[in-house]
């Protein structure tokens, strides 16, 4: 890989350019060298050319080099570039404060050639060192991309699989994904990648539903908290058999093997309750025993999460019911009720649903009128007790 080392020479003296220019050759005779007569100009050609090496003057009219030099360091696209000052001999005081400004060196007038060669070996070195770094990065960029392609192609693949599978579950796998996300975004504390293993996950999350006999395919996994069938204590474990031996889905794997415990410790297969269990599983379990009850059971979306709040604490993640709930309005707008922040309340406004802070206790009940008083203790508990999600109010 050769890289093209462009230099940026800065003086008001076209004797001084031609000095510099010269000597530079010297040391390297393929350099590609711009010229400048004052501090504006070639700031023009930094923003326009973006080159490796700047050695310019510091006494200048208008913008002198030590206000080019800050204008440079400002701007973190140009933190790459290499800058020498010209400088007289005495000027020890400007030389500590360009360096205390981002000066990488100096080069003191008259110019000689032993000085030059002497600074530019340096900053050749780490020049080549930044272009490495650069190609490198990108190579690895380019291999990150390509990995990535790979994994959504795994994924797809493995989604096709299903879809042939239990052909009904596309569409509605799609919705737990979607709203899985949602939940998780709302609830904070999951990094990026863990959220695009979670969405991984619910796309997947019939993945150990294979191996099932044909007359047990649509039957839902759980009924009331426990396995509908023996067999079904077989899908955590095959979903982590599948997916653990691809080593990108190890996490995509756990959280899957978890879907299936219940929040009071009485789900399977470790019996793992309330914080044991993985995050992205409780979301999971919740998103998808609702779409089941609507694919599978027919059930309308009321009743359907009317059936699962009936289980907070028991088998859900309170915290997870809510959002869902908060979810499904969002996605189902009602002409009667719109979410705000509780920044946003007002004395006056009616609430459309329960606030519940994130301990799972119920501070205010739908249908409540808002008072100054009520708004300024919701404000005072959700500095210790925070508010899940939005707050839902009557339209005016």
Known sequence: MK????????????????????LI???LPDAKIMRAN???TALEIIRESHPSIVISDISMSDLNGLDL?????????????????????????????AFEK???????????????QARLRPALRIVNMQHQLKYENKQLTEVSDELQQGINDITKLASKFLQARLPYSTDMLKRVAQSSVWIAHQIGGLQDYEIEDLEIAAYLSYAGKVFLPDNLLKMPVMTDGRPSHKLMFNIPLNARDILSSIPRY???????????????????????????????SRIIRAALDFEELIEVGSKKHDTALEILKNQAKRIYDNRVLILLE???????????????????????????????TNSGLKIMPEGAVLHDNIIHKLYSINSTDPIIGNVYVKKV
């Open 250 to 280: 190890k996490n995509v794997a756990n959280i899957l093997y978890h879907v299936y415990e219940n929040y009071d410790g009485s789900g399977f297969p470790e019996r793992f309750q309330n914080w044991q269990i993985p995050l992205p």
């Open 38 to 40: 004052d501090g504006e």
């Open 3 to 22: 890289n093209e080392i462009l230099f940026l020479l800065i003086d008001d003296e076209d004797s001084v350019l031609f000095t510099v220019e010269k």
């Open 69 to 97: 030099l800050s204008k440079v360091r400002e701007d973190k696209n140009y933190n790459d570039i290499y800058f020498i000052v010209l400088t007289g001999i005495s000027d020890s005081e400007i030389i500590t404060t």
């Open 326 to 356: 908060q979810f499904i309005s969002e996605m189902n707008p009602n002409s009667d009720e719109v979410a705000i922040a509780l920044a946003e309340l007002n004395e006056g406004m009616i609430l459309a649903q329960d606030i519940i």
């Open 102 to 116: 981002g000066a990488d060196d100096f080069i003191t007038k008259p110019i000689k050639h032993n000085e030059i």
């Open 25 to 27: 050759y010297r040391v």
